[in-house]
């Protein structure tokens, strides 16, 4: 019986040692298969990707007349009682230009998105040019010499202007992808014309989403691609060969590239670049309220369970404040969309169709409210005369120091000196201690409180009143409308100064 156990450990042995070698075979197979997989996903060259998009691709030329100066140019000032003797050198050496005017060209780069010849660019290449004319990249079917090309729109707000020119045959182009979808860490490659150096690629990576640099607007992709002097304008692309941003600025400082440049996003530029083509203009819905951001101690003195949504400090004349908006309400939801800054209702807003009535969800007095609003359009009120209001106010012979505060009620004198105007009613801050949260949050002399606790204060003791409340409601903060200049904000200050 013992030889017989014996042999039958030495099958289960070798049987295990089949199944150890099966198994590293199938390992090796399924590492084998997983290298062929990355291969395939990130090829060794982009010259695939290159020959792909590169014949929609252009160099940007453009000339601006520049008027002549009326002296020897960089010789000596003007008035100089060498002048006269420097202009006939100048003149005598061919370099007198006297009062005419001279010829400056400038670079940068854009892409073709239709075969007709729309062509897009940023408004920073082309602006003030008064001749724009196109570079094909070399190859079968593109055309062979400069073609000229007239504006058909730009957007300064978002830097993109929309060309067009007339070409003799259907010209090749790209088409936009989502940017929503590009992730930090993600391949791109940036084409342009670089330094006036030609046709030219530059590949990285997605640095960053979301960028904001200037405009009410941006949503930048940040990328360490090379982007140059002369890019502005071109495109850049995923590794599907879709346009997923218009490369537009960088952060240098000697000029050149350091691995920080900034594309605006194709979502952006999409909807912008549609409504260039259909109008010439771009036409963005506008609200009508001016906002602010709901901070930690703001959310807690309204009442709100967190800090979102936009604040609106004052209401002008326009949508909002024939909807029923009003100073104070926090505006939670745009539209069926959730508002989680300001930020992003001015993106909202914007995008928004001109004359559309939406919803719009505001939170007041501890409850929400669903409004109607039917939405203007935001070129022509930035166009039309001015509708700000100074706000609120009131009038006191005492003074008072409280919350960090020393308030007092508005003079005639007061008024002329912090241009105030008669209807204002409110409390002046006549000082402000430097050691209190007042002065932490930008609270100074000469600020009018019109509004203590979502309520109006003409005099002393009812800003002692809205304190009293305030406490008694176990709030831990205050919240108060105040105008500088007759711009208003919201402030929330400790109850316990």
């Known amino acids: 019986m013992q030889p017989q156990a014996i042999a039958i450990s030495g099958r289960a042995g070798g049987s295990s040692a089949m199944m150890r070698m099966i198994w590293l075979a199938v390992l090796s197979m399924a590492v084998l298969l997983m290298q062929a ?20 691709v252009v160099n940007i030329t453009t000339t601006t007349v520049v008027e002549g100066r009326t002296g020897p140019r960089g010789i000596v000032p003007e008035g100089s009682p060498f002048e006269d ?32 010849g729309y062509i897009v660019t940023n408004n920073h290449v082309i602006e003030g040019a008064d001749e724009i004319e196109i570079e094909f990249f070399p190859g079968d079917g593109q055309p062979k010499e400069l073609l000229p090309a007239k504006v058909i729109g730009t957007d300064p707000n978002t830097d993109i202007a929309l060309l067009k020119v007339q070409a003799p045959a259907p010209l090749k182009f790209v088409k936009f992808g989502d940017s929503d979808t590009a992730r930090v860490g993600d391949w791109v490659v940036a084409m342009g014309n670089p330094l006036g150096q030609g046709f030219s690629v530059s590949a990285g990576i997605v640095s960053a989403r979301n960028r904001e640099l200037s405009g009410s607007y941006d949503d930048y992709i940040q990328t360490d691609a090379a982007i140059n002097r002369g890019n502005s304008g071109g495109p850049l692309f995923n590794m599907d060969g879709d346009v997923v941003g218009v490369n537009t600025a960088i952060l240098s400082p000697n ?21 260039l083509k259909q109008f010439g203009e771009t036409r963005r819905g506008w609200l009508g309220v001016k906002i602010q951001d709901v901070d930690a101690d703001l959310a807690e003195a309204i009442g709100l369970d967190k800090a979102h949504g936009a604040l609106v400090t004052d209401v002008p004349e326009g949508p909002a404040k024939e909807a029923g908006v009003l100073a104070g309400d926090v505006i939670v939801s745009f539209d069926g969309g959730e508002v989680k800054d300001t930020r992003g209702l001015v993106r909202q807003v914007g995008n928004a169709e001109v004359g559309k009535t939406v919803r719009l ?9 669903t409004l109607r609003v039917t939405l203007g359009r935001r070129e022509d009120a930035e166009r039309g005369p001015s ?111």
């Open 387 to 497: 509708s700000q209001q100074n706000g609120d106010g009131g009038s006191s012979q005492t003074e008072k120091e409280l919350l960090g505060l020393s308030v007092g009620v508005l003079t005639d004198q007061m008024r002329g000196e912090l241009s105030v105007g008669e209807d204002v009613e409110g409390l002046a801050i006549l000082s402000v201690d430097e050691t209190s949260e007042a002065w932490e949050k930008g609270l100074r002399a000469g600020d009018v409180i019109t509004e203590a606790g979502q309520e109006k204060v003409t005099s002393i003791s009812e800003l002692e009143t809205r304190v009293a409340e305030a406490k008694e409601a176990g709030r831990k903060s205050l919240l108060l409308l105040v105008r500088r200049g007759g711009e208003p904000r919201f402030v929330a200050l400790n109850l316990a100064e």
């Open 361 to 369: 969800v505001v939170y007041r007095e501890g409850k929400t409210e």
């Open 37 to 56: 997989v990355v291969a395939m996903a990130r090829p060794e060259s982009l010259a695939p990707l290159a020959d792909q998009v590169s014949p929609a």
């Open 85 to 116: 003797f420097f202009r006939e050198f100048q003149d005598r050496n061919g370099n007198g230009n006297g009062n005419r005017p001279r010829r400056s060209s400038a670079l940068g780069s854009g892409f073709v998105i239709s075969e007709d």
């Open 255 to 275: 000029g050149g590239s350091i691995g920080i440049g900034f594309s605006m996003a194709s979502n952006v530029v999409v909807k912008v670049v549609d409504q």
